[in-house]
Structures are given as C-alpha cells and as structure tokens.
C-alpha cells in the first residue's frame, strides 16, 4: 500500500529573495519501506522531510499520508543534533510527545519504559542529556521518536555526527528496529555509503533546483548487517 503520496511538489523560500528548494518533486512511498534520501548539501532532502513532517507546507503540489488515525499527524522525526531538551532528564524527554497525542498515564508509563530498556537507556531515566555521550543521546532522539508509535519516522541525517565505529552499531540497531516494528522510514543521508546500507530504496537527488534524479529499489532481500 501506499503511505506517502507527493505529487508534483515545489517548495520556495522567502519572497525578496526567493529561493526555490524543490521543483517538480514525484515520490510514492510504500508502507513498511525504508527509504534514504541522497543528494548534495543544498538539493532539498531535509526541506522535503519537513514537509512530510507537516513542519513546512509546500509552495506547490500535495503531500499526503495515508493514515487510520488522522490526528495527530503520524510522523515522528529524528534530527542529527538530537533535538532533546537538556533541562529535562533521558525519561522526561522520552515522554514528551505522549500527552499532547492524548495517551494516558498507565499507558504512557508502559510505553517509556519499553524504549527505554530496548534503547538501553533504562540506568540513566534519570539523567540529563548533557551528561551522556553524542551516541546515547541519539538512543533518546530514537527513543523519543518511537515511543508515540509513529507510522512514518523521518530521520535527518541522524549518525552524521558520531564517529564511525557508533554510526555503524546505531545503524545496526536502527535496522533491527525498523524490523521489529515495521514501520515506514525516510532517511536523509548525505552519504551514498549509509544511503546503500540502509535502504531497501534509494532515491537521489541534485541541486538548483531540487528534483528526483534516480529512484532505486534494491530487488532482493539481502543481509545489510
Ligand atoms: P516556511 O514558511 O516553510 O517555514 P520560510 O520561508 O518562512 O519557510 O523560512 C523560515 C525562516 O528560515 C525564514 O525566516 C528564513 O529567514 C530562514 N532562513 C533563510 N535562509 C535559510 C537557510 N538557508 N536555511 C535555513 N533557514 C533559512
Ligand atoms: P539539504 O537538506 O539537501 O541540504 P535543504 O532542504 O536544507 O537541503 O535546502 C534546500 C535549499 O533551500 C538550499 O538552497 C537552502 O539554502 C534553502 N533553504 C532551506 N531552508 C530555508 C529557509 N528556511 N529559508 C530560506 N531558504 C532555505
């Protein structure tokens, strides 16, 4: 089935000076597909996340996702610096998005503590972020991504940042994530590296002005870790 519907989707910046990040963008994703985004800096990836994120609308053209539960809007987004609060401690963080989605205490509870003992963040629910590593800091963006059960999780260049032995065991758990849970996946990478890791589609970008320039569906199962 199809999740994510863009059609014919252009995005410009500003007015005086106008600035036009995508033109004429085309992009069906199917439900339970982990796609990356690839592309140069600048060819429009993390405006085009935003707006399946509903965080931009676009100029021109429709986004829509297919959802059951139309409020809120089912996505979650992971961004690449980590995007947590570091007044609040590694629970507090990872609860946040549950209340205003309308889900009760005892669910709630439930819910966190799941993420975060398969995180493994359960010993430091009481820390704050500033007092963990750029890694688990990450484990909390996915955490706190997970834990309101999104059916679409956008992820803008989340291991960018982190050395390359970390990037590649997040990877990893982030695969068996996806696995378990079955959920559809948007990946920014500016990485063709990650990008053929990762997805089981790779869709590419360029620049000025932002368009799909090649759309690849790896054909087969194969082992990726
Ligand atoms: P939207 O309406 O989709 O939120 P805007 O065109 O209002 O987008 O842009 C949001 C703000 O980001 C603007 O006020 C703009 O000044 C600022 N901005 C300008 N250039 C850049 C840039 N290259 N990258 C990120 N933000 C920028
Ligand atoms: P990427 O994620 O591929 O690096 P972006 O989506 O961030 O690309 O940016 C695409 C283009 O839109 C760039 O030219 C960027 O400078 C411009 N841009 C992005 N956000 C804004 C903004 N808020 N206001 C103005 N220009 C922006």
């Known amino acids: 089935d199809e999740k994510i519907r863009i059609r014919d989707v252009g995005k410009v910046y500003g007015t005086t000076h106008a600035v036009t990040a995508l033109e ?3 992009l069906d994703v199917m439900d339970g597909e982990f796609v990356c985004l690839v592309g140069p800096s600048g060819c429009g990836k993390s405006t085009l996340l935003r707006m399946i994120a509903n965080l931009h609308r676009p100029t021109s053209g429709l986004v829509e996702i297919e959802t059951q539960r139309p409020v809120p809007w089912p996505t979650a987004m992971v961004f690449q610096d980590y995007g947590i609060f570091p007044w609040k401690t590694v629970e507090q963080n990872v609860a946040f998005g549950l209340r205003p989605r309308g889900v009760g205490k005892e669910e709630a509870r439930r819910r966190v503590a799941h993420w975060l003992e398969r995180m493994g963040l359960t010993d430091f629910a009481k820390t704050y972020p500033g007092n963990l590593s750029g890694g688990m800091r990450q484990r909390v ?19 960018a940042a982190l050395d390359a032995q970390l990037r590649r065991l997040l990877q990893e758990e982030l695969l ?8 559809t996946v948007v990946f920014v990478t500016h990485s063709l590296d990650e990008a053929i890791l990762l997805g089981d589609r790779i869709v590419v970008m360029s620049a000025r002005p932002g ?15």
Do not use: K
Request: net charge negative.
């Open 24 to 26: 004429g963008v085309d």
């Open 141 to 159: 963006s996915i955490a706190r991504a997970m834990v309101v059960e999104p059916e679409v999780l956008l992820m803008d260049e989340p291991f």
């Open 176 to 183: 068996a994530i996806w696995q378990e849970n079955s959920r």
């Open 211 to 225: 368009r799909i320039i090649g759309d690849y569906r790896v054909p087969f199962e194969r082992p990726r870790t």
